[in-house]
Structure formats: C-alpha cells, structure tokens
C-alpha cells in the first residue's frame, strides 16, 4: 500500500445556505488540523456550480456561471483535482449539507491501513420523528449491496442505494479514478441519451459500480453516520425519480462493460 501523504477533497455547491457552508467549512479546519499533525497534507475545494451562497474568500477549483447539475459538476471537479500541483495520493468527494468533515480523517486512517483502492461512507437519512434502524440492520443492508456489485445485481443495487441511504462520501486512490474517469464521461453521455435530457444526478453510484468492476475486492464501505435531509428528498415523487435514476446508472454500467447477473 502507498502510504498517503496529501489528500484533496472537493465538495460540490448549489443552493446550500451560508450557514451551512460555515458550519461545514469549520469542520473542514478541524481535519486539516488533525492530519496536519499526522505529517499529512491537506487542501480542500469547493466546486461552485453557480452557488447562491458561496464566499468568495473560500478556496474554489471549479466555477459554472450557468448550474450545470451534479453530475457534470463533480466530473470538472475530478478533472481539476488530478491536475493540481503537488498530485494527491487519495482524492476525497463529500456534500456540505450531509456529510460530516472529520469523516475525512476516519477515510484516510481506513485507507492507510486496508488494502483498498477506494472507500464510500453510505449515510443514513433520518427524519426526526422515525425510529434508527439498529446498526447490525445497516451493516447488513451494506453488506447486501457490497455483494451486488461484481457483477452487478440490478434489484439488489436499486433497491438500497439512495432507496435507504445515499453514498456520495468517496475516497479514492488517484490511479483508480484515473482509470474509471474516461467511463465516467462516457456513461454521463450515454445516460443523457437515454432520459433525453441533462443528467443532474447519478454519477456516484456509476462510480461504485465502476471502481467495483475496475478494481475487484480493492473498494472498502464504513458507515457515514446520520443526515436529515431536505422534506423533498425523501418525498414519494422524490424517491421514484431517484430510483429511475439508479436503474438508468445500472443500465449504463452494463453497456459500459460491468458484468451483470
């Protein structure tokens, strides 16, 4: 395992408040800290897709004047992050509104020491006013999807991601990405023609199912923790979109050459 002495995250941006992003940027400095002190280097970016609230003193790689949807925004992220002075050895992607900072340090303490090539942290959406599943119910329905993915289950994989959690959190090790950036471009076209317009969302789960054909056993999953999501993210209307979606991305890892069952 190379050791992992410089570690980049980037972070996409749209209609996240100031004070979320704040609040999040504050969690950023923690874990700068703590892996400074570890003689890791750290830098962190946002990726302002014609944000609404984005602080101009903050550290941005990429800017869309027009909103271009996440999809292309995290590809143009990717595409900058490897290109960056003093190249990365583990490249990190994580959302303001869900994901906590500090996860940060636990994905590259996981990576220093498995032999992984890539790690994702499925979060958890929890409304308030809902009982927590127990945590052997989560590490199961992980454990389920991990099986699916190589090669690729369709119902099995549509059925957990985003339908119980969703798993934006990605680590991944430069050469791995690297490798499955090409297909990535390639499947955010395909997808395209298939729905007949932009696709907005999608492209971390083309990741997964990418990374688990690219690098077989080498992708790692932790448990990312709890988010309340926005009221619409967990509308019916909401989770049937999101699960046609899921089904398209699956569709496209096949044509993209990822073995299905």
Known sequence: ?????????????????????????????????????????????????CALHLPDEYPILVRHTENQGLAKTLLDGYEATLGVKSAPDLVVRLDANEHDPLKIVEAVDHLSHAPADALFLPVWYWVESDPRPLMQQITAMIADFTRALSPINAPIVVSIYNQKFPMGFAAFRPELLRGILPLMHEGLKMSQEISGKP????????????????????????????????????????????RKRAETMVDVAGRLGCKML
């Open 199 to 242: 696709v907005t969302w999608g492209l971390d789960l083309l990741a997964i199912l990418l990374a688990a054909e690219k690098a077989p056993g080498r992708i790692d999953f932790l448990f990312g923790g709890w988010a309340q999501p926005w009221a619409e993210n967990r509308g019916p209307d909401k989770i049937a979109a999101q």
């Open 1 to 49: 395992m190379e050791p992992i002495r410089n570690a980049v995250a980037i972070t996409p941006v749209w209609n996240e408040s100031l004070a979320m992003i704040q609040k999040f940027q504050e969690g950023v400095e923690k874990v700068r800290h703590k892996l400074t002190e570890s003689g890791i280097g750290f830098r962190h970016f946002f990726l302002d897709d």
